[in-house]
């Protein structure tokens, strides 16, 4: 019923950037909190950066002042970004965006997840 497809992941050298995108799509009458996690090898998903429908945000500790969250409410689509500078080797991992979604008006919000993009920074 809702699609969430990332894209913008890599291979980049300590100090580069990247941008990460991930597009909404299908049955969805509102979307309202949606973030970026992370998933390291042999460590569990933690939330990178959070987003409200307000646009506040939240950020983890060990990117605040590096990675910037946003998102483009367009009429029948939602783009949420996360632009990545000063990248470092200890933000490798499998970059993760979920949306707490309404299918209806009626329904109550439920999580959907990407399928992930890797991000790879090298030393």
């Known amino acids: 019923q809702v699609q969430l497809v990332e894209s913008g992941g890599g291979l980049v050298q300590a100090g580069g950037s990247l941008r990460l995108s991930c597009a909404a799509s299908g049955s969805i009458f509102s979307i309202n909190a949606m973030g970026w996690y992370r998933q390291a090898p042999g460590k569990q998903r933690d939330l990178v950066a959070g987003?409200?429908?307000?646009?506040?945000?939240?950020?983890a500790d060990s990117v605040k002042g590096r990675f910037t969250i946003s998102r483009d409410n367009a009429k029948n689509s939602v783009t949420l970004y996360l632009q990545m500078n000063t990248l470092k080797p200890e933000d490798t991992g499998v970059y993760y965006c979920?949306?707490?979604?309404?299918?209806?008006?009626?329904?109550?919000?439920?999580?959907?997840w990407g399928q992930g993009t890797q991000v790879t920074v090298s030393s």
């Open positions: 979920n949306a707490a979604t309404r299918t209806t008006s009626w329904g109550t919000a439920r999580n959907y």
């Open positions: 987003i409200t429908s307000g646009a506040g945000t939240n950020y």
